[in-house]
């Protein structure tokens, strides 16, 4: 389960863009590639999610 959490920390850095490379050899070198592969595809969905809400709150609003 440590692993998992550890896909997901990864995979939030990485979609902020602020990893240190040292840290991303560490991750490669310790995390499962299922973990890492599953984390990304739940990151981009719950992403994609938000994006999906702001932007319909953002046209349903009617003070706009």
Known sequence: MGSFL???RAIFWA???V???KDRE???A???IVHIVIAGL???ALFVGLLMTIV???ISN???
Request: glycine share 8%.
């Open 42 to 44: 739940v990151g981009a």
């Open 30 to 32: 310790n995390l499962n």
């Open 6 to 8: 550890s896909a997901f």
């Open 15 to 17: 979609f902020l863009g």
């Open 19 to 21: 990893r240190k490379s």
């Open 62 to 64: 009617p003070h706009s």
């Open 56 to 58: 319909h709150w953002v």
């Open 26 to 28: 560490r991750d490669f």
